[in-house]
């Protein structure tokens, strides 16, 4: 599911792509197949900006925003969009920012007209669209490598003599109407320049009377509703000499989306779960004498648990079909269907939610899909309802109210544990009755996704070369990523990867030989180095003693001090779920005796973190045993203050083992 993720697309945008991704609009005609642009003045209802002064140069970018002007007319028929940037180069650095500009848009639903490519250097202007040549015009697959077929058109100038000193003026339209959408109009404006900005502008107008809603997030400001020119309701937020407000570093997403603002005429999650109901109901529906149904009848003759029916129909579509992002003409939003994703082996996640559906159906298993954003779920119940809130669609199983999920983008799982809860947050339910948003609680992991246990031979005493072994054991969905790496890479290149790895992390371990193994009943992936470390016992002075220090990774990374900003006070959010262990064995010499270790024992929590510690010596093993457990998505600002005092001190405390005298 693509499309709504790149309708949202002005929310991420960096500087460099802002300057090759500033959109545009026209008055919003019906749109035919638009594979050349277009090349004229903007639209009648378009309020052409004169170029403001530069502001103050002392502490700027390299390239200076003068203007970043957006102007949105919504309608019904379809909506256009006008943003003009205009830029100074001050420093040679920025040069290679701007060696050329480029354009993508998808024909079937968009157009695009260009209005201005102008070098401004004192008084002389130079129209770089005046050769209409020299504007190459591709359909130029940029994502093949990441299976991704979206038949967008690539239009892109060098800009050619740029100098220090000048002035780039750069304004396009682009005009946007998706029959699927069945009217529907959403806007996502954001403040993204670098230093200060001479003027930023936005101008989103719709038809008077016309559902609209629209939300800012803290640090943009508050836009002024009035009634324009054509009796239209107007929005609108004009700031002069302006940052672009930071995000709070560490917080959760949702505290971090600051200096934005979204625009919908959705009126609730609902009616998007409505809208799309149709779709996945054609697309999963099959005929009595479908090779899907043969592999439902094939599952049902196995087993008549409902669980293990829809982790066998997962398997199905992971392994028979691979995934490929199809999303020429409506493929943004309407999936393929299911017996045409069989018979070509491929689909995105909309065509292999609608195969499983599908099986699923004719499994007799209570399935639906559900809409998901992967990467950015945090916080959708805070935005206004629109289907660029997603990126990604999954299917829920219920068996006895219980939640399974299912996600047949994925690759080789053999676990049914591969169906728990996903990290996206929120979820919105496609029903033909409609559905609300639902969130999506992540369980807390119970055993360890990476065990890092180190065995170094000691036994022949402290000034020689020590046989050691590393054993990495990953479990889980680390397990899983793991042998279908391997599996498609050639094993040189996994063993070369494997030493350049652990060589860094292992710094004083010579390693010989790489091995690794699947343990598919276990769902574990494990890998084994073998070698020797030149282990460093270091003398104490103070005692007359040697002591060999070991690295136990006790302590969680401290929370960073943050800007004052919008947000400043919001919690940090913790790597959760985690559960990791690190276990380090030293074989001592003379049976152990007269050896002494040092390290912590017991439990502790710390920034969110159940850390459980071990130190001991058993016959002539010593041992340091460090778990640490997420327990909670996140902690307040306040907590992380307290935590980095918690965490200094367990920097301070040593793990070592100390020979005898």
Known sequence: MSAPGDRALPLRLTFAACLALLAAALAPPALASADQPLYGPPAAWVDVAPIPPPPAEEGAPANQVLLDDHQSRLDPAGDAFYVRRVIKILKPEGLAGVKSLSVLWSPDTESITFHTLNIIRGDQTIDLLADRKAVLVLRRETNLEQASLDGRITASRQVDGLQTGDILDFSYTRTRSDPVLQGHSFDAEGMAFSGTAGRYRVVVSWPKGDPVAWKATPGYGAPVITTDKDGRTKLSLDKTLIQAPKPPVGAPLRFRRVGLMEITSYQSWNEISKLMAPLYAKASDISKTSPIKAEADAIAAKTSDPVARAFAALQVVEDKTRYFFLGMGEGGYVPANAEDTWARRFGDCKAKTALLLALLKNLNVDAEPVLVSLGAGDGIDELPPSLAAFNHVIVRVKVK?????????????????????????????????????????????????????????????????????????????????????????????????????????????????????????????????????????????????????????????????????????????????????????????????????????????????????????????????????????????????????????????????????
């Open 401 to 661: 109210g219980q939640s399974y999920w299912l996600d047949g983008t994925r690759t080789g799982d053999t676990n049914p544990q591969a169906m728990h809860a996903p990290p996206h947050k929120w979820g919105l339910p496609v029903r033909a009755q409609g559905a609300t948003l639902e969130q999506i609680v992540e369980p807390q992991i119970n055993i360890p996704t990476v065990s890092t246990i180190t065995r170094l031979d000691a036994s022949k005493g402290l000034e020689t070369l020590a046989p050691a072994k590393i054993t990495i054991v990953y479990s889980g969905i680390l397990a899983t990523q793991m042998r279908s790496t391997v599996a498609r890479t050639p094993r040189a290149d996994v063993e070369r990867t494997f030493r350049q790895t652990f060589s860094n992390a292992a710094t004083g371990m010579e390693i010989e030989q790489v091995a690794w193994r699947d343990d598919d009943a276990r769902d574990l992936f494990i890998v084994e180095l073998t070698g020797t470390d030149d282990m460093d016992w270091r003398k104490n002075e103070d005692l007359n003693v040697r002591e060999y220090r070991v690295s136990t990774g006790a302590a969680p990374r401290p929370f960073p001090r943050r800007d004052p900003g919008p947000n400043q006070d919001a919690p940090f959010a913790i790597g959760y779920p985690s559960f990791t262990r690190s276990r380090t064995e030293i074989v001592l010499p003379n049976g152990g005796q007269g050896f002494t270790v040092r390290g912590p024992t017991g439990v502790t929590h710390v920034a969110g973190v159940e850390i459980t510690s071990g130190t001991g010596i058993q016959g002539d093993v010593a041992s340091f045993t460090v778990d640490q457990h997420a327990i909670t998505p996140e902690i307040s600002a306040a907590d992380a203050d307290a935590a980095n005092r918690e965490i200094r001190k367990l920097r301070d405390v040593d793990s070592l083992v100390r020979a005898p005298a």
